[in-house]
């Protein structure tokens, strides 16, 4: 499996483990969740030229669109049909809420090189998968905190024992500082939720993390990182080595 489709349906299977439901719009069948972190997506191709299964998705709904991703060669073809995609969206009353960049690493044991990776991070810092009730409740705040919404605990206590997936909290003496998700299908392991507690934003922490995340990528036999970058946090993936791959848009239904 390419590339491409491997970031997507490592995204798409994480939402599924999030809880999701089947929801029949008009003769198309998608899935949602219903509760955080309430995306609506298609398993096929997303139909450009019908869009009046629009009107049947729930209001607090995030609708995400890619391009059609039918082989390793994105073609001009696909890119039209997107771009219809979108304009239908916008003409529905939709809007944009954000987008990202799907972005990958290739696991090597070279890996580092690109960002000078010298295998000793700083003094203090130390990374662990959320074991106890305690723990998540700590997680649960530092990431709500870092991303500005309310993160649903049920969703993230049941994934605790998954073997397919890792959910970590950073600390820096001894202090949690710091969020992260792994979730592995196949060879590639997606990086979720990387969120830093304010206090300790623009002090390098970011890049520290995802420095041991790389690491014990590695040590988790993954082949591939795949993950979605905000605008913001794309430069840090960048300097770690990740390559871009294409652009998620993430819409909303304007209820103004």
């Known amino acids: 499996m390419y590339i491409d489709q491997s970031n997507v349906n490592n995204l798409k299977s994480l939402w599924v483990k999030y809880g999701s439901q089947p929801l029949q719009l008009g003769n198309y069948m998608t899935k949602i969740n219903t509760h955080w972190p309430y995306r609506?997506?298609?398993?096929d191709v997303i139909p450009s030229i019908d869009s009046s299964w629009l009107k049947n998705i729930p209001d607090s709904t995030i609708f995400p669109i890619w391009a059609a991703l039918r082989n390793a060669k994105h073609t001009t073809h696909e890119f039209a049909e997107l771009s219809l995609i979108d304009k239908q969206l916008k003409k529905h009353n939709w809007f944009c809420l954000f987008e990202q960049t799907a972005m990958y690493l290739a696991l090597t044991n070279d890996a580092f090189e690109p960002m000078g990776y010298q295998g000793q991070p700083r003094i203090g810092f130390a990374i662990k998968k959320v074991g106890t009730?305690?723990?998540l409740t700590l997680w649960i705040n530092i990431a709500s905190e870092a991303f500005?919404?309310?993160?649903?605990?049920?969703?993230?206590?049941k994934l605790i024992y998954d073997q397919d997936m890792k959910i970590l909290m950073a600390y820096?003496?001894?202090?949690?500082?710091?969020?992260?998700?792994?979730?592995?299908?196949g060879d590639s392991i997606g990086v979720h939720q990387v969120g830093v507690?304010?206090?300790?934003?623009?002090?390098?922490f970011a890049s520290i993390l995802m420095q041991e995340i790389i690491a014990?990528?590695?040590?988790?036999?993954?082949?591939?990182?795949?993950?979605?970058a905000s605008q913001s946090g794309k430069p840090l993936y960048e300097s770690l080595g990740f390559k871009s791959q294409f652009i998620i848009k993430n819409y909303k239904k304007n209820v103004d």
């Open 133 to 135: 009730p305690k723990e």
């Open 40 to 43: 609506c997506w298609f398993d």
């Open 216 to 228: 014990l990528s590695l040590s988790w036999q993954g082949k591939h990182i795949v993950l979605q």
């Open 148 to 157: 500005g919404y309310s993160i649903d605990r049920v969703v993230i206590e």
């Open 172 to 185: 820096y003496n001894d202090t949690a500082i710091a969020t992260a998700v792994l979730h592995k299908t």
């Open 197 to 204: 507690k304010k206090t300790f934003q623009g002090k390098g």
